[in-house]
């Protein structure tokens, strides 16, 4: 199954685009600033969250357009899907979501496809704070179970409501406290299920593809705590005179890590050289891409990832994704690079907004 007669309305550059006859690899390619990743970030919006970019409804419709913007897809197979995501002018705050015609919610776009992506704003995952890397295993962890989101929705509510009443001036009640603290330890303990879940997964993944051009990441999961209900729940119970000092909660998967080491020589991503992260990026990136693509209909969004690349890495990454099961969505801005591929691919020129089949 793969997304085709793709539409954007009113999307950043994009005043009106089409794209049709997609392919399981696709091409994009045009000069900086053309909008090439704005067409991978209406895809993104494909799935439940705020896409690649992270951004701001407000931010994603054109700049001097009618205030909202629409992205739409036909997802085929046995049968044809229609996908759809959209503002509207009068509420350009508020997301909507229609399959085949009938309004969804968000959450509703995960049962449907998984999606992928890596980014030139991704190169710096492991040196930045934890917060990106918990928020990386999560939309990792969401490609691979729908229900993940939803886990880390309440959990974070909760999180906030417990730290509202312990920085209050009074002493809290016990039975909210009780309370939140269940809800908290229900949904940390499914959170951290997910993630564990998704590092053992990806370092199976991994492992099987250890002989090829992309050094190998091991990857660990560092909990912010205990991880079962039972604990969990405890250690918050316990804890409430310390949290109370802090004003904070300091036990949780809201204090997760993910950690990177260079398996062959045996050092923390952050420190090796930036042509080594990124290596290690791109294969946890297509490890990801061949679990997601084994559950649901799934797509993977590179963005200028091929010109980065030496000769071998670029045909092990062209071999892998053929073989991943994903539709894949790349750009450049020359198609130099794409070349051991251009006769098997759909490609598009985008110049100021505009695509045109190439």
């Known amino acids: 199954m793969a997304l085709d007669r793709i539409s954007l309305?009113?999307?950043?550059?994009?005043?009106?685009?089409?794209l049709e006859a997609t392919a399981q690899l696709n091409l994009l390619v045009?000069?900086?600033?053309?909008?090439k990743t704005n067409v991978l970030e209406a895809l993104s919006l494909l799935a439940p969250g705020r896409g690649l970019r992270r951004a701001s409804l407000s931010e994603i419709a054109r700049a001097d357009g009618g205030g909202g913007f629409a992205v739409g897809a036909s997802l085929k197979g046995a049968d044809e899907t229609r996908l759809g995501t959209y503002t509207q002018p009068d509420q350009p705050g508020r997301r909507r979501v229609r399959i085949n015609g009938a309004d969804a919610s968000a959450a509703t776009l995960g049962e449907w496809l998984a999606i992928g992506w890596l980014t030139p704003a991704m190169d710096g995952l492991f040196v930045a704070p934890a917060s990106e890397r918990r928020r990386y295993m999560d939309r990792l962890a969401l490609a691979l179970d729908p229900t993940h989101a939803s886990h880390v929705s309440h959990y974070e509510r909760a999180l906030r409501e417990r730290n509202r009443l312990l920085s209050d001036d009074r002493t809290p009640e016990p039975q909210w406290l009780d309370a939140i603290e269940a809800q908290l330890a229900?949904?940390?303990?499914?959170?951290?299920?997910?993630?564990?879940?998704l590092v053992d997964a990806l370092m199976g993944e991994i492992v099987r593809h250890e002989e090829n051009p992309f050094p190998r990441p091991a990857l660990n999961?560092?909990?912010?705590?205990?991880?079962?209900?039972?604990q969990l729940s405890q250690s918050l119970h316990d804890s409430r005179k310390s949290d109370r000092a802090a004003a904070r909660t300091l036990v949780g998967p809201h204090r997760d890590d993910l950690e990177v080491l260079y398996a062959a020589k045996g050092v923390?991503?952050?420190?090796?050289?930036?042509?080594?992260?990124?290596?290690?990026?791109?294969?946890?990136t297509l490890a990801h891409a061949a679990l997601a693509a084994r559950g649901r209909p799934s797509l993977l969004l590179l963005d200028e990832v091929a010109a980065h690349l030496d000769p071998s890495r670029r045909a092990a990454l062209y071999t892998r994704l053929k073989d991943s099961g994903a539709q894949v969505w790349l750009t450049g801005t020359e198609i130099a690079p794409f070349s051991e591929i251009a006769d098997e691919a759909a490609m598009w020129t985008v110049s100021g907004g505009a695509v045109s089949p190439c």
């Open 9 to 18: 309305q009113d999307l950043r550059n994009h005043v009106s685009t089409t």
């Open 30 to 35: 045009g000069a900086n600033g053309a909008g």
């Open 186 to 197: 229900r949904h940390g303990a499914a959170v951290a299920e997910g993630r564990t879940r």
């Open 221 to 230: 999961y560092l909990a912010g705590g205990p991880v079962g209900f039972d």
């Open 268 to 284: 923390e991503a952050a420190q090796s050289s930036t042509g080594e992260q990124k290596a290690l990026l791109i294969a946890m």
